[in-house]
Structure formats: C-alpha cells, structure tokens
C-alpha cells in the first residue's frame, strides 16, 4: 500500500512540473461539449443502460456475463465558470487589468465516532454477513482542494484505525488536471465476521479491492484511459444444503460445509475515446487474471450423513481476454445509432469436483482437469429516433454466441449426489460443454397524447439455440404496455401489463443418449429440465400517488403476477406473486414530517418432486411413461408440494427538526416473514428494530469555537441508539438425522437463532 501512495505521489509532483505554466496564468484546456445522451424532462422513456453496466470487478466470467469491458468513462469537467478569471476596464483609462489567480479552496468534512456493541448471544444471527467492532472509529473523512485547473481529493469511510484497517468501507484518493490528466486510486473491504465467539470452521470472508486509475486526454476530442484493478478475497465459503420451504425465494440453509477461499483476480485495461459533434468511438482491451493461491484438496465431511466425506481441490488458474469496440453516430438532432461489438476468449484449466462419497461405491476421487477453449462473441445494436415532437422510437438488435470446443472425457468415474448411500442415483462427473447462440430484436416507444397521458410500449422476440441439451431451440416473447397519467393536478398514476410466453421443442431421449444405462452410471429418466419447459406468464401493475394538500402525500403500488409450465412432469407446475407496498408522507408542521410504509408480499408455488419411479406418470396414450428400472426400487413415489412464503414489513418515523441547531430522527421497523409447505413444518421469524438519532449544532453557540487559522461552517454532535430483536418460531429440522437429540441451527455456528442486538454511538462532525 505504501508503494502505491509513492507512485501517485511522484505522478502528481511531475504532473504539476510539466504542466505549472497552467497555473502560472495560461488558460487551462477546455473540452469540447459532450454529446447530449438525456432527453428533457417529459421526453420519451430514455434508453436502457449497456449490458456490461452493473458488472462486479472481478466475478468469474458467466456464459452470457463475459461481455467486452470497457464502458466509457466520464469525462473531466469544464473550469466552473464562477472561477474563470474576469478582467474588467478600468473606468478612466479602458484597459484590462489582470488580477491575482486564486490560490485555491480547501474543503475538509470529518466524521469521528464511538460504539459499543451489546449483544446476548455470541453465535447470533445477529453478526451474520455484519462486522460489529467496538470503539472508536471514522466515520466519515474528506479532504478537497481545488484551483481554477487542478483538484486534489480524499475519502475515508469507516475506518478503524485502532486496527489500522478499513472495516466495511473503503478509502479513494483522487487528482484531476482540468482536460488533461485524471488519477485515481482506491481500496475497498469488505470482511464478514461473525463476533469473538465465532470458531474458525465458521464461515468468514475478508474481500479486498484495489484500484489503480488513470485517463489523459491530450486533445479535447481525444482521451486515453487505463485501469488496474485488483482483488483478494480470502475465507471460508458455505456449501450448503437448504430446507425445502422458504427456500424458494429467501433460502434458509440447515447447516453448513466450509470451504477454504484463497484467490486473486487482477483486471488491466486500457482504451481510447474519441468523440466529434456526430461521432463517438470507444476501443477498450482488457485482460483478467485469476489466480488460485490454494494448491492443496480441502478435505470436508457432510454431518448430517454418516460417512459421507470427500476433498475438493480450489479452481485452477484461468485468464479472461476481451476485444471490445463501440461506435455511435448521430445522424441528426432526434437520430443516434449505438453500436457494440466484443469478443472474449478463457483459457484455464477445468477441474471435475466430486460432491460425496462412501466406501463401496466408487472409492478415492482424484481432481482431473483438461485445457478449455471458450470464445463469446457480442454484437449489438440501437437506433433510436424521434419522427414527431412527441413520439420516440428504439429500434434494439442483438446476437450472442457461446462457443465450446473443450475436448470431452471419456472415462471417468462416477460420484454419489447428495445422501451418499450405496442406493443413490448415481451420475457421470462428465460436465456437459454446449453450444448455444441467442438473438433478440425489440421495438419499444413513448407516446405523449397529451401533457396528462403518455402511453410506454414495445415487442421483443428472443430465440435461443442449443446443442446437445434437451431443449435444443427455444423462442420468448414479450409484450408490455403502460399508461402514465395526471389523472388529476394531485392525483398521477401508472398501469402496465407484461406477457411473456416461451417454450420449445423437447427432445425426450435426450437422458437416455447421454448416459448409458448398461453400467451404474444413470440418472432417472424422469429428471427434466424444467427451467427449459413451457412457460407463460401474466403480469399486472397498478401505482397511484395522491397528493391532498401541500402537507400530505399518499402512495400506493401493487403488483400481481401467474406464471404457468404446463408440460412439467417433475418440477414447478404454476407459480404467483403478488405485492402491496402503501406510504404516507405527513408534515405536521414545518419542522416536523411523520412518515408510514407498509410491504406485503406473498409467493405460491405448486411443484412435483421427485427423482424415482412412479408408475402413476402415464402417457397420453394411457401407458406408463417409464420402465421401472432396478435401481430406483427402493424410492418412494413422487408428491405434490405447494411451498408458500409470507413477508410483511411495517415502517413508520419521524424527522423533526427542533430549531436550527438540534434535530431528532425517529424509526420503528418490523420484519414478519412465514414460510409453509405441505410435507415440512412452517418456518415464521420477526425481527423488530428501533432507531433514534439526535444531533446538536454547535457551530455559533459559543464565540470560544472560532479559531485565527480555521473558519468552522459546521460543528455538529450527534448521537444515536439501535436496537434489534429477532424471534424464530421453528428451526424445521426434520430431515437431521434421529441420531441428533438437540436440534440446533448448524448454519454459520448459530447455537440459538433468538438474539437482541444494541449499539450505542456518538460522533462529531467537522467541517471547515
């Protein structure tokens, strides 16, 4: 870390060398207008952001996630025009005089704190994914400098310095050269503890991110960019086996399988940019590198069955390559065309890892790997346009293409999948490398009728082609329409629908070609893939905002959704979700606002589970569907299960604002969740939690807070209470072996899920 302060160090001091006449009464590069991307306020809905937005520096490359990186970067700003230099005439003799250059404005804001924490049972839930250290600490600091062509900037946030390290936050240091020279470095962490009395089988990650970058724009139509990023992530990751209920859409893990985390990801990066009034072009290259510190297999045992032990060995090393290009051209005023076109190649090793074995079975697994040969290839494009005042249109097209040409094993052993018993299915360790190719065209729009009505629709298909799976071509559709309406001058609202319907052609041997059922290596031939299968889906939302008087304000948004498989055999059968959210702002007098929120949410989902024999399941000629096979003999028939879970969340607050110098913030929050199921206990907990904060200005209170060197704008104390109290009715640990006496909550060591957590804080906050 001190190398890399020594080289932004000695960059800024050359930088400001080489470039010091700027300040010695040149006028700083100015940068030509950037292309207007936002429509005004009214216009039509704007266009959507690119599909490698939102992408997390450093997670493993998905098939249809590796698109180019690259995005374009902002760009330096103009000099403020408050701080150009002004030369007026003098009034007798009209010659321009200049005056002194501003030396330049510091800003510092800074944010110390102290908290205790109490909490009644160490093992709680409490600390799960929560760091909870005591003392004191940084909250908040900032440092900014600024003259009329350079700025100086740093953050700190949530720093304990007590431990020298940055606990949940992160620290950036930041110089700017007005249209020339951008340097920024950072670092991020992020460790997940579980309180003192964690062990050291509990699962705890501490995940590390540095960033390295820099951006020279040595013309105003012209920049280049480059950035290094680096992140270490070191721990133990849960491999878990969950509950059937309430683990449809909020998983509830029983217990928990540590698995030991040692990698580095390195990302570099460097692009150009160039960009006229019509033409904008971005080429980014970027190369990531991931790199497994863990050499040796990690031996683990599942402890809920008797002899199932195995050893996995970590990912193998492997490095993500990427070409991306980006032209755009607008061809006039209401016309822009957005191109992309990225091209990735991996290149690793990949590793076949065994879940569990038993003696007699298939004996000792070894860790094979082989080399991959993956290549993605992107191509995109967007045109969109106005042909009226009030009418925009968005032309979308894209293609996808995932290409595999690892070499397939042919020979390996077969592993035991999930209850390790000599009866189980037993299934091939040959991971299966596909093909597949998606394209999407869309039409979408915006139409002002009116200044009180605006219509939002558009079409989409999507086709999807596969090779050697069971659903080798698919085709989606969508449809959606809104109405955004003024109904009334205080009353808008917004009502849309969406249809999606997708589905394609089966291959039913598609089980029995891949896996010969002449050795032990078999899977049940009633395993589909349902998350390939037919599916329609119906969805309606409705949102009102009613504004009675200047003081109030009433919200409301509610949301139903069907979703149909009708041609599943084993899986998801129908599913529905439907929400309520209501709020309710109130200002009770000028320095007072109550506030109210209210969420409902409730999830069905009606499945057929199994993976054995049913000689129930018949054709449509009225014959059984499947020959019993031998293996599956001792398995029971499968059932129905309805899974349903509940959530409700009431909030409600206020903000008060005693007189200048003190104010008061309030909130009560509780948490209700229920998950049910036919053939499994339900699962309900709440979670109650209560906030109150108060702060003090002290700034102008007393003449003895002024200083000859610091002038204080703010001086402010603060104070703050948090209380959290959770209660779990059921653990639902029915399936833990009958040998367990107690049943305890083996997920992440929590002993007893009921806990009451409070913290105590008091900060300053300085800025001058």
Known sequence: MKSIFLIVFLILI??????????????????????????????????????????????????????????????PPAVDEEKEEVLPLTPIEGIQVPQPIISGDIKLEFTPGYQTVELDNGYSKAAEYRYLPEGPYI????????????????????????????????????????????????????????GASS???????QRDLHNFMVKFTPRDRFIIFTNLSVEDKKGNSPLTVENFTSNLYNSTAIYEIPEQIDYTTTTIELGIEYFDDPIFLQLSNSLQIFSNNITEEVPWNNISIEGATGSVKGVEDYIVHTLAVRPSIRFTENTRLENTVSYSKVTNSIGLIPFTTVSGVSGEFTKDTIDSDVRNLTISSLLSTRPLPDLRVNIKYRTFSFKNDTPKIEDTPSYVMIDGSTDAIRYPRIPRYTDYSTKSIGLDGAWSLTHRLMIDAGIEEKITLREEREVEKEKEDRLFISLNSTILDNLSGRFGYTYTTRGGSYNNLYYEEIYD??????????LRTYDLSRQNSNKITVCLDYLPQNTLNIGTALSYEINEYPDTVIGREMSNAES??????????????????????NREMESKYSWTFD???????????????????????????????????????????????????????????????????????ETDIYELKASYKLTGAYNSLSCPFISFKELRIG??????????????????????????????????????????????TFNF
């Open 14 to 75: 050359a930088v400001n060398a080489a470039f010091s006449q700027v300040e010695d009464g040149q006028a700083p590069l100015q940068l030509a207008p950037v292309p207007e991307e936002e429509e005004k306020k009214g216009d039509a809905t704007p266009l959507p952001p690119t599909e490698e937005e939102g992408k997390e520096v450093g997670a493993p490359l998905l098939p249809e996630e590796n698109e180019g990186k690259g995005d374009a970067q902002p760009l």
């Open 139 to 194: 909250e908040y600091f900032s440092l900014n400098y600024e003259s009329q062509s350079q700025e100086f900037t740093g953050e700190v946030k949530r720093s304990y310095f007590l431990t020298n390290i940055i606990d949940d936050g992160y620290w950036n240091l930041g110089y700017r050269r007005y249209g020339l020279l951008d340097v920024g470095v950072g670092l991020s962490r992020f460790p997940h503890d579980y």
């Open 199 to 205: 062990s050291d089988d509990d699962v705890s990650t």
């Open 517 to 526: 059922p002449e050795t032990d290596v078999t899977q049940h031939k009633q």
């Open 580 to 601: 309520i959210s209501l709020y309710a702002h109130y200002s009770l007098f000028q320095n007072l606002n109550l506030y109210s929120e209210y969420f409902y949410d």
């Open 615 to 685: 000689s129930n399941i018949l054709d449509d000629d009225g014959n059984q569907r499947y020959i019993q096979d031998g293996i599956y003999s001792d398995f029971t028939v499968p059932y129905s299960e309805a899974i349903k879970d509940i959530s409700n969340i009431y909030v409600i607050g206020f903000d008060y604002d005693l007189s200048q110098r003190i104010s008061i913030r309030g909130k009560y929050s509780k948490y209700y969740s229920k998950a049910m199921s036919i053939n499994l206990p339900d699962i309900s907990s």
């Open 719 to 764: 104070t703050g209470f948090y209380t959290e109290i959770y209660r779990r009715d059921n653990y639902a640990m029915d399936n833990i072996p009958e040998t367990t006496e107690t049943y305890t909550d083996k997920f992440l060591g929590i002993l007893d899920p009921d806990y009451r957590l409070n913290i105590f804080t008091i900060s300053l």
